[in-house]
Antibody
Framework: QITLKESGPTLLKPTQTLTLTCTFSGFSLITPGVGVGWIRQPPGKALEWLALIYWDDEKHYSSPLNSRLTITKDTSKSQVVLTMTAVDPVDTGTYYC???????????WGQGILVTVSS | DIQMTQSPSTLSASVGDRVTITCRASQILSSWLAWYQQKPGKAPKLLIYKGSSLASGVPSRFSGDGSGTEFTLTISSLQPDDFATYYCQQYSAYSYTFGQGTKLEIK
């Protein structure tokens, strides 16, 4: 059974750095073809892909947010960490991590974590 | 980056209706398209992958079709559990884009 769970702060002030951790089980990030991504969703709005890391440590980021994001993995802990610098109230939303499948879709999702940015 | 445009944004329908949601890409997709269902307060659930393949456990009343720049998700006979928001998602050149969503409401 594949599970993913997001953890991290739920309230930040503007300009702070957000660090989210995705802890997963049921698969390994050393298996060729496997990836873990981060997707967010502002309240009442659409899903937005943020970043993705592959088994071979290749990383890709959303163009608009590229300069603010860093994604890393710790295969020994089965964790993927997303860092977002200089948060703003527009970064408020639910942040999901998800497992990337071979066909470019996200087959398994965490429950999400609601992050609020407010002064 | 490839943009994905879904239509309609909102769809009102009744139980038993056949409904179709369209997703258009800003350029021809060289890779695959997926569809997700999301209910309030829940994570998205994969319905369709590779444009037309049904994900595990998804009822056969859901189907996907299309190629190039235009793709559709069809629900053949709406059930009460199907009223939710639906998103398409493309993967191309290490970039992933979601559509803006279609909210399926009870008429």
């Amino acid at each position: 059974q594949i599970t993913l769970k997001e953890s991290g702060p739920t309230l930040l002030k503007p300009t702070q750095t957000l660090t989210l951790t995705c802890t997963f089980s049921g698969f390994s990030l050393i298996t060729p073809g496997v990836g873990v991504g981060w997707i967010r969703q502002p309240p009442g709005k659409a899903l937005e892909w943020l970043a993705l890391i592959y088994w071979d440590d290749e990383k890709h980021y959303s163009s608009p947010l590229n300069s603010r994001l860093t994604i890393t993995k710790d295969t020994s802990k089965s964790q993927v960490v997303l860092t977002m610098t200089a948060v703003d109230p527009v970064d408020t939303g639910t942040y999901y991590c998800a497992r990337l499948r071979d066909y470019g879709d996200f087959g398994d999702w965490g429950q999400g974590i609601l992050v609020t940015v407010s002064s | 980056d490839i943009q994905m445009t879904q239509s309609p944004s909102t769809l009102s329908a009744s139980v038993g209706d056949r409904v179709t949601i369209t997703c258009r890409a800003s350029q021809i997709l060289s890779s695959w398209l997926a569809w997700y269902q999301q209910k309030p307060g829940k994570a998205p659930k994969l319905l369709i992958y590779k444009g037309s393949s049904l994900a595990s456990g998804v009822p056969s009343r859901f189907s996907g079709d299309g190629s190039g720049t235009e793709f559709t998700l069809t629900i053949s006979s709406l059930q009460p559990d199907d009223f939710a928001t639906y998103y398409c998602q493309q993967y191309s050149a290490y970039s992933y884009t979601f559509g803006q969503g279609t909210k399926l409401e009870i008429k």
